[in-house]
């Protein structure tokens, strides 16, 4: 039986970001990935420093003052140890030829962990509490890769992800679709009538919205569809049942009352595969690739930011936005509309292409002329199985 690593087990994890400069300041950050990175100085920069490396003494500082004359500059770094390894081991389960160890946020029974076993099967599905730990996980060595969800064809983004994504610094090498069939699951000998409540993932709630209400039972939010299923069993609730899979409730003994209760019988969820290295793009196959970027206000910003791939026939198939943290409310003084304050936004889209593609790498340089930040969280075979 595989241990579960929750957040207590593991160190807090290392600050990607940080920067030096006067929270006032109009920021733009400079990201020295190992692989892909690339940054263009604002022009209305003051200093400004980015850490890589959390903090320790791998950590470089890049003092980007010196640079401040040179506002479209360039950096591109190689360096295969992106991540330290650990003190006990200097090999992955890879290259000993053992189970590649693969963390989900979860409990046995969760889709996570059957999300993992469809991304790599054979694998040593790792349980964790919650998604960071799984993306400590992998940064610690404790694990080789984790599979973690992104988006449902119903609920939507899980958008913990998409920032956990940004703070971390693990590549995304796959992706994996998978059909969630939900079921409505209670203990044995207690009827559907009987129950009051209903616990499961905030997800999996979602996804099966209509059917809940019309059962008129009330939802309870818990960490995942399994661990609500767990908790069912655990204390022989009468009036309360869970929604999970039919794997979960064959696991904790519990009765399904129900199957396929989700709103859509399409009902899919993305889930990412994450490494502390990233693949080498190709061309053989469709692969896709996933950015963050942020953009300087303005009229027509964003529009001029996607052009750059419909310019050159590229499809996108994802754009999320997320407030972009550490980043203080700009006032609106810095453009002179009045005291209202706003936001700024952090744009992910994936598109399909690989890195590999010429065409795709002018893109990239073409939004880096307005983009001011850019990273790229990989590029991957996109998963052209139905699910
Ligand atoms: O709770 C689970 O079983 C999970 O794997 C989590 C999760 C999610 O986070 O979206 C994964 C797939 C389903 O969409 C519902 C829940």
Redesign the pocket.
Known sequence: MATSISRSSISPSPQYIRTRSSPSYRRTYLILDSHYCWKRLSRSSRCFSVLHGGGGKNSRFVDTQSAMEDSHFEVVIKDPNTLPRPLSSTKSSVSTGSRLRVA???VP???????AGKAYPKCEAVPCEQFDAAFEAVERWIVDRAV??IE?SL?GS?HRNYDLLLRHRLHIVGEVK?A?R?CLLANHGVQIEELKRVL?????LA?CENTLTGLGLVREAV??????AKHVAFHKLKDAGAV??SV?ASIYGLNILAEDIQDDSD?V?R?LMLAREPIIPGIDRPFKTSIVFSLEEGPGILFKALAVFALRQINLTKIESRPLRNQPLRSSDDNGYGSSKYFDYLFYVDFEASMADQNAQNALRHLKEFATFLRVLGSYPMDTSMP
Request: cysteine-free; aromatic content about 12%; glycine content about 12%.
């Open positions: 989900y946020q979860g029974g969760a889709y996570s962990e059957a999300a973690l969800p449902n609920g899980i998978f969630v939900h499961s993932h905030p997800q999996a996804q960490d995942d569809t399994a661990g609500a999970a899979s979960a009902n969820t889930f």
